[in-house]
Every structure is written in C-alpha cells, then in structure tokens.
C-alpha cells in the first residue's frame, strides 16, 4: 500500500486500437489511490474550491450526469481520486490544444484503492505527460500547497505543436473522419496514410501521391513555369532572369519601372521585393532575392497593380480564395517602428510564430523585404515617425481574408489552367488584380506564381471571412465515392481460430484478392510467408494495413491482445467469434469472470461496419448474447441445426449455417442455398466459421466449396 493520501501509477499503456474502453486510441493507467479510498472528495476539506480555481475548465465536463457541470456535481457529492485524476488529464490536454473529451474510471476490486483509468489522446506521449502532470497537480490540491499551472500547460503545448499533426494535415484527417476513412500516421511529421492497404491514399500536408515531382521541380523553377503557364494563355507579368544586380537594373529599364524582383527558385513569398522605382532599390532587392534563393538567378517582372490573392486549386477546380491587403502603422512621434510594429500590427490576435494563427508577427529588424520598404522611405526599424505619420511596412502582408465566393468564373478557370499545365493536382496560384470579381483581361491582373505544397491555413483560419474546409475538397479528390477500406475479417476466441483465419484467408485469396493473413502461425500475404522480425501482434496487423498491394485482410486476435494493445484496425467487414474461454490467460489484466472477457471479446463485434456482419457460434450462449451489439448482420453457425439461436434465426429469415449429417448447409431463413460436403480431417466448427464468413463477404457457395476442395488437396499453400 502507498502512503497515506498518494496515487501511485502502477502501470501506463497505450492501447493504439479499439479496444475495451472506446474504439479509439486511449492511455490506460492502473492506480493505487492508498488512503484516498478512505476520503472520497467530499471529505477532503477545500478540495472543490482549489480545484475549481485552478481548472475552471471542468465546470463543461459532463461525466456520468450527461449534462455540462456533470463533473462538479460529482465533486461536490463525493467522488474518488482515480476519478478526479481522469478529469484533471482531460483538462490539461484541453488546455494544451488537443481536444479530447473522453474518460473512465473503473475500481478493479471493491475496497481495494486499485483502479484502471483510461483517457483518450491523440499523441502518445502527450498522453503520458499530461498523466504525469495531472497526477501531481491533484496531489498539490489535495495536500493545498501551490502547483505551477502555467508552467505545464506551458510544456505540453510545445509537446502538441511538435509531436501532433499540423492543423492543415489535421484538416484533411478530420475530413477523412467525417468519410469514415481511417487513417494511420507513417512518420512523426504529417505524412499520413488514409485508407488501407490497396484503397490506401498517402498525404503529406497539401501533397498527395498523385502529386509528381517533375511538377513540383517545374513550380520551383518561376522562369519555366511562367513560360508553360502563358503558352496556354493565362496572363503572366512579362519578365527576364538576370545573375547580378547591373542586369537586374537593365532589364528593369527594358522592362518599364515599377517591377518586382524575387528569387529564381524561392518559395511562400520569401526574397520578394514589390514596387521598385530606381537601380538602388534594385539592387538591393536583388542581393536580398539572390540571398533567400538556392542561386544567385532572380527574376525581374514589371509590377502589377492590385492586390495579391492566393487560391487553392484542388483537383481541377479553385476551392477557396484568399485576398491581401497592406501593412501600415501610424507615427505617435515618439515611438520607434518596431515599437509601433508591435502595439498596431503583433497585438493582432490572429497573429503568432505558430501554424496555428492565420498571420505571422511582423519583424522589420528581420526581414529582408520590410528593412529594403523602410529604406525607400528614408527609414530603419529605430526610426520615430512623425505624429499621424503613416509608413508602408508591407504590400500584401496578409494574404489571409477569405474572397471564395467573389472570385470571377474566368478568374477561377485560369487558376485550374495555371495548375493543370504545371502539372500539379493541389496548387495554390498566387495572382495580382485590382478586383477579383472581374476578368484578369479586364483588370490587367496576371498570375504571379504557381506553388506546389501550398498553405492551408489562410483557408482554414482566415483573418477575416468564412473558413473553408479545404480538406473535405482534397478528400474528395482523393477518394471519390470510395471509402479507402478493404474487406477485413477479425476472429476471436479460443476455439481452432487459426484455422478458421487461414481457412478464411485461403477463401478470399482463390476468389482472386490479394490476401494478408496475421494469426499465429505467422504473418502472410497470399500463403507468402514474412518474417516478423521482433513485431508484437499489433504491429504486425499495421503491416498488413500499410501494404498497397493486400486487398483484403484476415486478422486472429486473442483476447490478451485486445487488452494490451487493441485491435490494429479501426472496423471490420466482418467479426467472428468463436467462444467466450480463456480466462487463465488474461489473468494478470485483472479478467477474473466470464462476465469480465465478455466485455473483452465484444470489442470484436462493436467494431463490425453497418454493412459488414458479425459470425456468432450459436452453440454459446454468451457469444450468442453479442448479437444484439452488432450494427451490420448477423450469421449464426452451429454443428446442430436445432440450437435455438438458428432456429429463430430462421424464423427470422436471416442466414446460418449449419452441419446436417455429413454436409454443411447454408440457410437464408427456410431457404437452403448451399450444400457443402463436410471433410474428415477438419474440425467442424472451425469449417462452418469460415464458410460463414466468406459467404458474409459476397462469397458465392460454389465458390467457397472449391476453395474448400483445393484446400484440403494442398494445405502447404498457406504454410509457405
């Protein structure tokens, strides 16, 4: 036992999958609360008000009330430790920028101070932190001595923004989400996978694997792209690649003052110097152009009047738009430009050094574009304007304020052209014009450049204007009407389950789909065996999901599993189980009654799509009670035909199949659809779970009685 009035964490995992708490992935924390058991926190004396001072942010946790302030009523009635510290890791990952909402506590003993405590979290080791910080935040409170609040939430953040995906990756998750795709993050970046296997797609914040890099080495490239994009028309600025700033000042003249310089190869605006009327500011610009690019090639181009705009193209059509303004500040006669800089333009809520805020702060003392802008007006960063003096920090500086619906048809058709002759299938066009509801022929507007990778931010959060969810766009792109999911067949239980998996796997590999099977005889992709190489159960089942050539997967789960790690799949076309068995070797996960693994092995089931089905062995009745839990159908089998299951399953007119003498019969209600003969050297119950499942994946019974045939005839194809 702990100390008096401790919380001990015995034990932290993270469970990746579905699993017996939620179908998503949580940190599960075994406590021993010690002497806390004994002082529920209506006998802890202050404890409500300190907690309350310190996360007011409870009072919108819901708990088991169902309602906002559920939480607090719980506190002020008497609640136990394992379940404050749940609430209190749920408000710190909260404050910290990753919304998570979902909790439970359950004691594992009556009277024993032990529980298991599981929250959600979207990041590993976020998770783990928070449940660290949380644990002696709420030791501080209970013990009221000072906690430093600020100092954590602090410290989890910068966890948040360097270990989770960015907000535009997160865009585009989210939107696959609403789809019911899953995904699966492949790197600590944001290179994800949605889908799986062969359905899979691959994103790497605003790039897709339909993304080429010849495009993108033509979008880097400002000279070839300005060529390829004006031979199809779409107007572009008339301009010239020089290498030294003597050039750069000819071509101006040849060009025709103002122009613009920026770098041959540069992208998101950096190096770009706007409105340049004589050689000293050219040449300025041109060694700030040479120096932000990877050469010393710059281009100079005449100077278009009107505003920058950016608009996201997505798959062949412009799905937001973004325009820009300028940046000035006003002279108070005593203070500096940083200083008015900072108290006019940083104070800005919607700007900050984080993806997170639509706009960047502004550094005259920094960047190279605004310190060559103040030096056309006779000033640096420490200069003091006069009293109601206005100076020009930044053409364009924020291209954040959302013009979607404005944009002119014609205006939207070049962006796509621009996009499409580029060769890139997700670009965001940058363009000057003077009014974006107009034709470019009309305004003498020009599209500027064509950048592959483009931000999503200024869509998703723009300064002012609706928000677009552009990641809804580039799934659709991705996917069309497609769900990114192959059939999955999950098996669970304890009786002849690897049989029934590769018996399932074989099914579905002669019915022409490319098959990976994971149960314990090993790891497989169409009878191909691969080694494993040290992988847990879990893992092992993610590689069959990241392998673009599996159509199709067949997985055997133990119940340990489950309790370990969870499931290595979001949902299943179809879950079978076999028996509710096996208690001795969940015993250290505190899986002590039948009742108890019930609840393990139904995770199968509670993961089934409505459009999938669970196999049921009609002959247990626990198993049999799972039906109830399933959104897609449900296929009893059974060696008897009279077990009730079936037998109102019948009734029902839903399919079973059932062994009679020796043949194995597949029903749909009275109706006998298939007849089977029923081998000799294979257990029966085994053979009638797997005819099951590939008859609920569409298998035909002709079909699957020639899968059987050829099975028995050569078992090795799924040895080697």
């Known amino acids: 036992m702990t100390k008096k009035k401790d919380i001990d964490v015995l034990r932290v995992s993270y469970l990746r999958g579905p699993n017996i708490w939620t179908y998503r992935p949580v940190v599960e924390a075994w406590l021993d609360i010690g002497e806390l058991e004994n002082f529920p926190s209506n006998r802890l004396p202050g404890l409500y008000e300190r907690l309350t001072t310190l996360l007011p942010g409870l009072i919108v946790h819901r708990c088991g009330v169902g309602e906002h302030g559920g939480f607090l009523e719980r506190l002020r009635d008497g609640t136990y430790a394992g379940h404050i510290l749940e609430h209190v890791v749920l408000e710190l990952q909260n404050l910290a920028g990753m919304k998570t909402g979902f909790g439970k506590t359950r004691e594992i003993q009556p009277d024993s101070g032990l529980y298991k405590m599981a929250f959600r979290t979207r990041q590993e080791e976020v998770g783990r932190a928070a449940l660290a910080a949380g644990r002696d935040l709420l030791m501080a409170v209970i013990e009221d001595q000072p906690y430093d609040l600020d100092a954590t939430v602090a410290m989890l953040t910068d966890m948040v923004e360097s270990l989770c995906l960015g907000p535009s990756t997160g865009n585009i998750v989210d939107a696959a989400g609403v789809r019911k795709i899953p995904f699966i993050r492949l790197t600590d970046g944001n290179l994800v996978q949605l889908g799986h296997g062969a359905a899979q797609r691959r994103i790497w914040t605003a790039e897709t694997e339909h993304t080429s890099a010849i495009a993108e080495g033509i979008a880097s490239d400002k000279d070839l792209t300005k060529t390829l994009v004006s031979s199809c028309g779409v107007p572009v600025p008339e301009g010239e690649l020089v290498t030294s700033a003597a050039q750069a000042w000819e071509a101006a003249q040849d060009i025709g003052l103002p122009v613009v310089l920026k770098p041959y190869d540069g992208n998101h605006g950096r190096g770009v110097s706007l409105n340049l009327t004589n050689e000293a500011d050219v040449a300025a610009a041109y060694a700030l152009a040479a120096e932000e690019g990877d050469s010393s090639s710059v281009i100079v181009e005449r100077f278009i009047v009107?505003?920058?705009?950016?608009?996201?193209?997505?798959?062949?059509?412009?799905?937001?738009?973004?325009?820009?303004?300028?940046?000035?500040?006003?002279?108070?006669?005593?203070?500096?430009?940083?200083?008015?800089?900072?108290?006019?333009?940083?104070?800005?809520?919607?700007?900050?050094?984080?993806?997170?805020?639509?706009?960047?702060?502004?550094?005259?003392?920094?960047?190279?574009?605004?310190?060559?802008?103040?030096?056309?007006?006779?000033?640096?960063?420490?200069?003091?304007?006069?009293?109601?003096?206005?100076?020009?920090?930044?053409?364009?500086?924020?291209?954040?304020?959302?013009?979607?619906?404005?944009?002119?048809?014609?205006?939207?058709?070049?962006?796509?052209?621009?996009?499409?002759?580029?060769?890139?299938?997700?670009?965001?066009?940058?363009?000057?014009?003077?009014?974006?509801?107009?034709?470019?022929?009309?305004?003498?507007?020009?599209?500027?450049?064509?950048?592959?990778?483009?931000?999503?931010?200024?869509?998703?959060?723009?300064?002012?204007?609706?928000?677009?969810?552009?990641?809804?766009?580039?799934?659709?792109?991705?996917?069309?009407?497609?769900?990114?999911?192959?059939?999955?067949?999950?098996?669970?239980?304890?009786?002849?389950?690897?049989?029934?998996?590769?018996?399932?796997?074989?099914?579905?590999?002669?019915?022409?789909?490319?098959?990976?099977?994971?149960?314990?005889?090993?790891?497989?992709?169409?009878?191909?065996?691969?080694?494993?190489?040290?992988?847990?159960?879990?893992?092992?089942?993610?590689?069959?999901?990241?392998?673009?050539?599996?159509?199709?997967?067949?997985?055997?789960?133990?119940?340990?599993?489950i309790l370990a790690e969870g499931l290595a799949y979001d949902k299943c076309a179809v879950g079978v189980v076999t028996d509710v068995g096996g208690l001795e070797a969940v015993s250290e996960f505190h899986i002590d009654s039948e009742e108890r693994l019930y609840n393990v092995l139904r995770t199968q089931i509670d993961v089934v799509l409505p459009s999938g089905a669970a196999v049921l062995n009609a002959a247990d009745p626990k198993v049999v009670d799972m039906a109830d839990l399933c959104d897609g159908e449900v296929i009893f089998y059974g060696v008897d035909e009279h077990l009730a299951a079936i037998a109102a399953h019948r009734q029902d007119d839903q399919r079973v199949v059932f062994q009679r003498s020796h043949c194995i019969v597949m029903a749909q209600g009275q109706t006998e659809v298939g007849t089977l003969p029923l081998s000799p050297l294979v257990p029966p119950e085994a053979v009638l779970a797997a005819i099951a499942a590939g008859w609920a994946l569409g298998l035909t019974p002709e079909l699957i009685g020639a899968g059987l045939r050829t099975w028995e005839a050569s078992p090795k194809k799924t040895h080697h």
């Open 306 to 561: 009107g505003d920058e705009h950016r608009l996201l193209v997505v798959g062949r059509r412009v799905v937001a738009a973004a325009a820009g303004e300028s940046l000035w500040v006003t002279g108070d006669g005593k203070s500096t430009v940083l200083e008015l800089c900072n108290t006019q333009i940083n104070t800005d809520p919607r700007r900050g050094e984080t993806e997170e805020f639509p706009l960047g702060l502004v550094k005259p003392h920094e960047s190279g574009e605004i310190v060559l802008e103040l030096k056309r007006q006779g000033m640096t960063h420490a200069s003091v304007p006069a009293d109601g003096q206005k100076v020009l920090i930044q053409l364009n500086g924020n291209v954040a304020i959302d013009v979607t619906d404005k944009v002119h048809p014609q205006v939207a058709a070049m962006a796509a052209l621009a996009a499409r002759v580029v060769g890139l299938d997700i670009a965001g066009i940058d363009l000057v014009t003077s009014d974006i509801t107009r034709p470019l022929t009309e305004t003498g507007g020009a599209i500027i450049e064509v950048n592959a990778s483009p931000g999503l931010l200024a869509h998703l959060k723009p300064a002012e204007g609706e928000p677009r969810n552009v990641g809804e766009a580039i799934v659709e792109h991705l996917f069309g009407e497609a769900t990114g999911r192959m059939p999955i067949v999950g098996i669970t239980g304890t009786h002849g389950t690897t049989l029934i998996a590769r018996l399932v796997a074989w099914l579905l590999q002669i019915s022409g789909k490319k098959t990976g099977l994971t149960c314990a005889d090993g790891l497989f992709v169409n009878g191909r065996l691969l080694p494993r190489d040290g992988f847990s159960d879990w893992e092992t089942g993610e590689r069959l999901l990241l392998n673009k050539s599996v159509e199709a997967g067949v997985f055997e789960n133990s119940a340990r599993m």
